[in-house]
Structures are given as C-alpha cells and as structure tokens.
Nanobody
C-alpha cells in the first residue's frame, strides 16, 4: 500500500523561504515521475514543479520559475520542494504526487496515481 506524506509547511513572511518534504512508503521515488502541486481556496490545483524519474529536466510553473527547486533523495525516498522569495500569492495547500509512468514529466494532476495529504503554506505580506 502506498503512503505519501508532506511536511515543512507553515507561516512565513513575504521574501522568506520554506522547504517542503514528501516521504513515501510502498513505492520508490527513484523509479517514479513526481510532481508538486498547490491549491488555493477557490482555485484549481496547479502544478508548480514536476520531473521524470531521472530528474534531468524538471518543469516549473511560470509563477515559480527561478524561485522553487524540486529535488529528491533516493536513499531517504524523499522528494523536496525548496521555495525561496515567497510571495503572498504562493499561499496554498501544497501536495506531492507520484506517477508510475516515469519517462516524462507531466503537469496534469489527473495523470498522477498517488498523492499526499497536503501541507499548508501561508505567506504573509
């Protein structure tokens, strides 16, 4: 059974940084495509970062490009999202996701089979 859990969310001032972690059991991130998504109240879930199993060419959403970085530690079976220069509009629940098809990234939420429960990120102005 697959279980994924995010951590690291919280309240931060604009311009600050947070590092989110997502640890999995029941699957190995080294052989899965992964993504980070966020959903703000009243808005659709959007992809902020995604990569294939190799992590060689990650995708970043336009709103976070240059500020967020996705990475993974295979030994810890953990995926990270480093978020710098945070803005109030980054406030949302952040989710990690994994997909069995690993050879390309995707920013479509429907193409991920496994999800964490989410962690709240709040950026104050």
């Amino acid at each position: 059974q697959v279980h994924m859990a995010e951590s690291g969310g919280g309240l931060v001032q604009a311009g600050g940084s947070l590092s989110l972690s997502c640890v999995a059991s029941g699957l190995s991130f080294s052989t899965y495509g992964v993504g980070w998504f966020r959903q703000a109240p009243g808005k659709e879930r959007e992809c902020v970062a995604a990569e294939d199993w190799s992590g060689s060419s990650p995708y970043y959403g336009d709103h976070v490009k240059g500020r967020f970085t996705i990475s993974r530690d295979h030994a810890k079976n953990t995926v990270y999202l480093q978020m710098n220069s945070l803005k109030p509009e980054d406030t949302a629940v952040y989710y990690c996701a994994a997909r069995e098809y690993r050879y390309s990234f995707t920013y479509f939420a429907s193409e991920y089979e496994y999800w964490g429960q989410g962690t709240q990120v709040t950026v104050s102005s």
